[in-house]
T-cell receptor, first 110, second 112 residues
Framework: DAKTTQPPSMDCAEGRAANLPCNHSTISGNEYVYWYRQIHSQGPQYIIHGLKNNETNEMASLIITEDRKSSTLILPHATLRDTAVYYCIVRPFSNNDMRFGAGTRLTVKP | DSGVTQTPKHLITATGQRVTLRCSPRSGDLSVYWYQQSLDQGLQFLIQYYNGEERAKGNILERFSAQQFPDLHSELNLSSLELGDSALYFC???????????FGQGTRLTVV
């Protein structure tokens, strides 16, 4: 019962920006947008989260539309090690009830 | 390294048996979460504990139980194991209930 929709797969050339979209049209005012990634069968890795403003950290940038119904995760200079499944998750303020969907499988190609 | 430690890394057991998976959260984190990831189901939330108390329940079977101890480590007990319980089991922890969670590297359970 994930509340997000993501494309199942995307490719990106090494060194280029990877832009991963996420639709969360039913997001409510008390929910954050979180992004995690999972490389092969390792534990999911936290990337970034946001509420309504754009956010940036050392790993990525998160752009959230003004109506908050969609967002884009940007990896500015993708490397081969960024090949992973990327999960966009909507989660309430008050707890960590995170429901993972199928995510987007990003393949970075040389 | 997320700081969350799970043991064992691999476990092979027979149907009908019982196993215990252990999770040590990051230092200072009060909340622990358990997830199951099988090939056909993706990542499924099982249960959450906060400072020793159960706080949320997901798709956890009655054959499964968990607890969080006073030192904040957690154990997931799986009993009457079936072939379909073969999966990766992940533990995550967070400082509080509403801060980002960090995942361990998982325990791969194989039921034969």
């Amino acid at each position: 019962d994930a509340k997000t929709t993501q494309p199942p797969s995307m490719d990106c050339a090494e060194g280029r920006a990877a832009n991963l979209p996420c639709n969360h049209s039913t997001i409510s005012g008390n929910e954050y947008v979180y992004w995690y990634r999972q490389i092969h069968s390792q534990g999911p890795q936290y990337i970034i989260h946001g509420l309504k403003n754009n956010e940036t950290n050392e790993m990525a940038s998160l752009i959230i539309t003004e109506d908050r119904k969609s967002s884009t995760l940007i990896l500015p200079h993708a490397t081969l090690r960024d090949t992973a499944v990327y999960y966009c998750i909507v989660r309430p303020f008050s707890n960590n009830d995170m429901r993972f969907g199928a995510g987007t499988r990003l393949t970075v190609k040389p | 390294d997320s700081g969350v430690t799970q043991t064992p890394k691999h476990l092979i057991t027979a149907t009908g048996q019982r196993v215990t998976l252990r999770c040590s959260p990051r230092s200072g984190d009060l909340s622990v979460y358990w997830y199951q990831q099988s090939l056909d189901q993706g990542l499924q939330f099982l249960i959450q504990y906060y400072n020793g108390e159960e706080r949320a329940k997901g798709n956890i079977l009655e054959r499964f139980s968990a607890q969080q101890f006073p030192d904040l480590h957690s154990e997931l007990n799986l009993s009457s194991l079936e072939l379909g319980d073969s999966a990766l089991y992940f533990c995550a922890s967070s400082a509080r209930q509403n801060t980002e969670a960090f995942f361990g590297q998982g325990t791969r359970l194989t039921v034969v």
